[in-house]
């Protein structure tokens, strides 16, 4: 069985000065958050074979914040290709893992995140007239779980089913 975990980066900072969208970091409610990502992480024992990490500035902070965690990931991996990306992207980079590795973290972006998940259980473009969610929300965690061994069947022959979704809730006590 193979596992797919993705995370929507935290919440951004648009009122600190930043160069350019690459480099926007995360605002303190999105620090926050991260940090009650972190906390639910290591609750429920969650760890990965792979990360899969937008390059972007505000990606690599969520994963730093959540990666406190002794043994997150086996494997990080920076990906700028994942920046601003075609959903086909991150689908291409699922299939090109090893079989050997069985849990992946993907930490991206929306819109790209929310059509990725659709056409990974199955939603046919035709269909993604409406979303499962009303917005995958920053900080955002759903896990996806494949009944194959093999990462190139993936979503063509098999698809995902939700197995975990997770978001932090405003006002909740971290």
């Known amino acids: 069985m193979k596992t797919v975990y993705l995370i929507r980066h935290s919440k951004s900072d648009w009122d600190s000065p930043f160069?350019?969208?690459?480099?926007r970091g995360l605002s303190p409610r999105g620090v926050k958050n991260a940090n009650a990502l972190r906390k639910f992480l290591r609750t429920r024992k969650i760890q990965f074979d792979v990360s899969l990490v937008s390059s972007a500035f505000r990606a690599q902070e969520t994963y730093?914040?959540?990666?406190?965690?002794?043994?997150?990931?086996r494997?990080?991996?920076?990906?700028?290709?994942?920046y601003d990306a075609e959903p086909e992207v991150y689908i291409q980079n699922l299939q090109k893992l090893p079989d050997t590795m069985d849990k992946v973290l993907i930490i991206g972006h929306n819109p790209e995140m929310e059509t990725v998940i659709h056409s990974l259980i199955g939603l046919k473009k035709e269909d993604q007239t409406y979303s499962i969610f009303t917005k995958f929300p920053t900080s955002g965690l759903i896990a996806l779980n494949f009944d194959t061994d093999e990462w190139t069947k993936i979503p063509?022959?098999?698809k995902g089913s939700i197995s975990l979704f997770w978001f932090p809730i405003k006002g909740e006590k971290k």
Do not use: A, M, P, Y
């Open 64 to 73: 730093r914040i959540i990666s406190k965690i002794s043994n997150l990931s």
């Open 156 to 158: 063509e022959t098999v």
């Open 75 to 82: 494997n990080f991996n920076s990906l700028h290709e994942l």
């Open 19 to 23: 160069v350019s969208d690459h480099e």
